[in-house]
């Protein structure tokens, strides 16, 4: 006689746990922390340098698991988030926690004991910034949810560079605020041609709360700060003519996109190309900031 399993528990997959910890968003993470590790003065070795970028992947996936496990009931509504494990039905909430918590507790200890104690704060403090501060409080109850919430985003790189030099100088600060004021105007343009979701969702995204053409002004006021953040590395001497050419550059390219979206008057999502073109290039654009860093330290050693 077979007994029918009575467990109210699902057996998450392993491709599932996976799925929780947002590998795309975290390949962002990976990368900005890697840069702020590489453009760090000083060296360290390459096995404590893996450990702590390792670290800040599972403190990244965490937060992530974190996110999910409070936000079930809105991925649930949203047409682009409603495949995730959790709404889906293949993971438990239960499940999701322990893994998130699991991951969160690791991720720190592992960076505090192999790498060093500074850098294991600046993580646990991000992975409560997101989970918390962001998820919990901001992101259901006011429009400057991406605003406030783009600082848990913004500590990658920050960690990399406290994990080689122990400390917190000017250079990771502006490599924080690029990263912050990005934020915006990256998730505002997909926004603006994703508005219905966020709608129904019930978040107060700001093309729900204060309309597309005033999101459109403010993405391109966010634009400017963000160039004038891009290019102050180069203009106080931390960096090369390498990362300056590049950040002086892709920052007018980024300002005349985010121009061109304000000055857009469409209503329709599917004819947004400036919105679309906008998003597309601000992935672009920081990944070829960042990488633009490394390339000018390179020539500099």
């Known amino acids: 006689m077979t007994i029918a399993s009575t467990s109210p528990y699902k057996l998450a997959s392993a491709q599932d746990l996976f799925a929780l910890t947002k590998p795309r968003v975290m390949s962002l993470v990976i990368f900005t922390a890697i840069c ?95 989970a918390v501060v962001y998820t919990i409080w901001l992101k259901r109850s006011t429009p400057q949810n991406i605003v406030i919430g783009g600082a848990a985003g913004a500590f990658p790189p920050v960690i990399g560079w406290a994990a080689v030099t122990g400390d917190i100088t000017l250079m990771p600060i502006l490599l924080f605020a690029i990263i912050f004021f990005w934020t915006p105007p990256h998730f505002w343009a997909l926004a603006l041609f994703v508005n219905s979701d966020y709608s129904k969702a019930g978040i107060p995204m700001m093309p729900v709360v204060a309309g597309r053409q005033s999101t459109r002004r403010q993405i391109a006021v966010y634009s400017l700060i963000l160039a004038a953040c891009a290019i102050a590395p180069f203009m106080f001497g931390m960096t090369g003519v390498v990362y300056g050419t590049v950040a002086i550059v892709l920052s007018t390219a980024f300002a005349f996109l985010s121009f061109r979206v304000a000055l857009s008057k469409t209503e329709d999502p599917k004819k947004m190309k400036a919105e679309k073109h906008l998003f597309s290039f601000s992935i672009i654009y920081l990944f070829a900031l960042f990488g633009a860093l490394i390339a000018d330290r390179i020539i500099l050693l």
């Open 36 to 130: 702020g590790l590489l453009s760090a003065p000083g060296s360290i070795h390459p096995v404590i340098g893996f450990t702590a970028i390792l670290a800040i992947s599972l403190g990244a996936g965490a937060s992530a698991a974190l996110n999910q496990w409070y936000e079930h009931d809105v991925d649930a509504v949203m047409k682009r988030t409603a495949n995730r494990p959790l709404p889906a039905g293949r993971m438990d909430r239960e499940t999701a926690l322990h893994f998130g918590i699991g991951l969160a507790v690791f991720s720190v200890v592992l960076m505090g004991l192999a790498v060093n104690w500074l850098s294991a704060g600046v993580l646990a403090f991000s992975i409560f910034f997101y």
